[in-house]
């Protein structure tokens, strides 16, 4: 079974509208967290927001939040304001208590900023 | 401030050929990943490191494949016989030990075509 799930393959959104990227996890690990990185066409992963599953507040950086619904198992990110430059791979990942630090990472969303 | 560093970018062999990658992670970090990523999918560990000690291997990494991380530093990854099924990105990322998100930074990537 998927560990990391990310249903949305592309997504499009007009520049300076919010967009949502949506990711559900499984895992019975009670402590994990969870991770958004963007990859450029370039190629490099690039860290954005982290959200530990013992958190009790949503992670902001900027102009990214998480979403994270525990009992849902979901952590969403939020971009507001796009911008093209956010044009990019995005991948939801998870670190398990017991992985000893090793990020399982989703497919990925292809977001595409519209001008 | 110099992030992680991979050499070389792009590295293309015919079949059978042993190649070799180096990882330079950022200087502080004492944990060291290895990652191969695929056409339209997420990043696959390979194994990591912390400091010169490889401490775990996923099942992806076959016997053609070794890992060193001599003095705790720099890192290689040495693929012996390369097949086709070979050709992928290889990110290399380091993190430290500590820290409440022990988010890992990603270097550009090695792209490997094997022909």
């Known amino acids: 079974a998927q560990k990391i799930t990310q249903t949305q393959p592309g997504m499009f959104v007009q520049e300076k509208e919010a967009v949502t990227l949506d990711c559900t996890y499984d895992?019975?690990?009670?402590?994990?967290?969870l991770f958004w990185y963007k990859q450029p066409s370039s190629g490099e992963m690039i860290f954005l927001i982290y959200q530990g599953s013992y958190d009790q507040q949503n992670a902001t950086e900027g102009r990214y939040s998480l979403n994270f619904q525990k009992a849902r198992k979901s952590a969403n990110l939020v971009i507001s304001a796009s911008q093209l430059g956010d044009s990019a791979m995005y991948f939801c990942?998870?670190?398990?208590?017991?992985?000893?630090?090793?990020?399982?990472f989703g497919k990925g969303t292809k977001l595409s900023v519209k001008p | 401030d110099t992030g992680v560093s991979q050499d070389p970018r792009h590295k293309i062999t015919k079949r059978g050929q042993n190649v070799t990658f180096r990882c330079d992670p950022i200087s502080e970090h004492n944990r060291l990943y290895w990652y191969r990523q695929t056409l339209g999918q997420g990043p696959e560990f390979l194994t990591y490191f912390q400091n010169e000690a490889q401490l775990e291997k996923s099942r992806l990494l076959s016997d053609r494949f070794s890992a060193e991380r001599p003095k705790g530093s720099f890192s290689t990854l040495e693929i012996q016989r390369t097949e086709q099924g070979d050709s992928a990105m290889y990110l290399c990322?380091?993190?430290?030990?500590?820290?409440?998100?022990?988010?890992?930074?990603f270097g550009p990537g090695t792209r490997l075509t094997v022909t």
């Open positions: 895992t019975s690990d009670p402590s994990y967290g």
């Open positions: 990322a380091s993190s430290l030990a500590s820290g409440p998100s022990y988010e890992q930074y």
């Open positions: 990942a998870m670190r398990e208590r017991g992985s000893q630090g090793n990020l399982i």
